[in-house]
Nanobody
Framework: QVQLVESGGGLVQAGGSLRLSCAAS????????MAWHRQAPGKERELVAS??????PKVHSAEGRFTIWRDDSKNTVYLQMNNLEPSDTAVYYC????????????????????WGQGTQVTVSS
C-alpha cells in the first residue's frame, strides 16, 4: 500500500506564503514524477508544478510565485507558494508516479499514479 500525506495548507491573507509538503510512504521501489495539482470550486483540476526524477522541476501555473522541489531521501515533494492571491484558493493535491515492491519484496509493480487526499488552501483578500 502507498500513502501520500499532504500538509501545510490553511488560511492566509493575500500576499502571504504557504509551504505544502507531501510525503510518500509504503513499499516504494522508485518514484518517477511527483507533482502538485489544484482544483478550485466549479473548475477542473489543473497541474500546478511537476518534479520529474533526474530532470529540472517545472512550475506550470503561477510562474515566479511558486517553487517545487523534492527530497528523494524522504520521498517528499514540496511546494513553496509566495505572494498568494485569492485566485490561488483551491484544494491542492499531490500526485506521484511510482513503483512499489510486493509485501515480501520479491517482486515489484509497474509504475502507477497515486494521489493524496488533498489539502485546502484559502487566500483571503
Amino acid at each position: 500500500q502507498v500513502q501520500l500525506v499532504e500538509s501545510g495548507g490553511g488560511l492566509v491573507q493575500a500576499g502571504g506564503s504557504l509551504r505544502l509538503s507531501c510525503a510518500a510512504s509504503g513499499n516504494i521501489r522508485k518514484i518517477d514524477e511527483m507533482a502538485w495539482h489544484r482544483q478550485a470550486p466549479g473548475k477542473e483540476r489543473e497541474l500546478v508544478a511537476s518534479a520529474p526524477a533526474h530532470l529540472d522541476p517545472k512550475v506550470h501555473s503561477a510562474e515566479g510565485r511558486f517553487t517545487i522541489w523534492r527530497d528523494d531521501s524522504k520521498n517528499t515533494v514540496y511546494l513553496q507558494m509566495n505572494n498568494l492571491e485569492p485566485s490561488d484558493t483551491a484544494v491542492y493535491y499531490c500526485r506521484a508516479h511510482l513503483s512499489i515492491y510486493s509485501s515480501d519484496f520479491s517482486t515489484y509493480s509497474d509504475f502507477a499514479t497515486y494521489w493524496g487526499q488533498g489539502t485546502q488552501v484559502t487566500v483571503s483578500s
